[in-house]
């Protein structure tokens, strides 16, 4: 089993849809969740991160954590085409011999059609 | 700000020769680095940690003798892919950062590897 799974999509939605991608985890120890916006042959790019349990909003963008259920999400409103890209989840556990390193999901294809 | 270059974008070698790829920190000094490997529609997978002026610290599985990390500068990080093989051919990027921060790091656009 992975660590971390994502739903490979591909997904496809009209101009202005509501985007919800998510990440399932099975590693209790993860503390920190970050989306990243990765397009084709580039490096990814963060969109946003959260520590611990909880929701983040910026823009547009939602993250959601519950540890609990170890499951976070990301909500993309009025999504755009220029959202059309791969989106990765990457987890991380903290300090120690983890300090610093990513474990990413398998990322989500998001096409916005207009 | 924040902004990691790497050298070359795309290589391609042939079987049984040495590649090195150049990381670097454009606009600040990264006391770490990161250098990942990205299959087609596969994730990124970390392959080794490096901390400037020390040796790299390898992933379970990655072959330390084939994969050379070296981290000379705050601002340069190299992977040399030795002796390399039509498998090796893959996606390579590195990320830096000033803290080792979790979410405080910076990729680079990645290196198109292929292995003829």
């Known amino acids: 089993q992975k660590e971390v799974e994502q739903d490979p999509g591909p997904l496809s939605v009209p101009e202005g849809a509501i985007v919800s991608l998510n990440c399932t985890y099975s590693n209790s120890a993860f503390q920190y969740f970050m989306w990243y916006r990765q397009y084709s042959r580039k490096g990814p790019e963060l969109l946003m991160y959260?520590?611990?349990?909880g929701n983040k909003e910026d823009g547009r963008f939602t993250a959601q954590v519950d540890k609990s259920s170890k499951y976070i999400s990301l909500f993309i409103r009025d999504s755009q085409p220029s959202d059309s890209a791969t989106y990765l989840c990457?987890?991380?556990?903290?300090?120690?011999?983890?300090?610093?390193?990513?474990?990413f999901g398998q990322g989500t294809i998001l096409t916005v059609h207009p | 700000g924040a902004v990691v270059s790497q050298h070359p974008s795309w290589v391609i070698c042939k079987s049984g020769t040495s590649v090195k790829i150049e990381c670097r920190s454009l606009d600040f000094q990264a006391t770490t680095m990161f250098w990942y490997r990205q299959f087609p529609k596969q994730s990124l997978m970390l392959m080794a940690t490096s901390n400037e002026g020390s040796k790299a610290t390898y992933e379970q599985g990655v072959e330390k003798d084939k994969f050379l990390i070296n981290h000379a500068s705050l601002t340069l990080s190299t992977l040399t892919v030795t002796s390399a093989h039509p498998e090796d051919s893959s996606f390579y990027i590195c990320?830096?950062?000033?803290?080792?921060?979790?979410?405080?790091?910076?990729f680079g656009p990645g290196t198109r590897l292929t292995v003829t």
């Open positions: 990457a987890m991380s556990a903290g300090g120690g011999t983890s300090y610093g390193k990513l474990t």
């Open positions: 959260t520590y611990s349990s």
């Open positions: 990320s830096a950062s000033t803290s080792g921060i979790q979410y405080e790091q910076y």
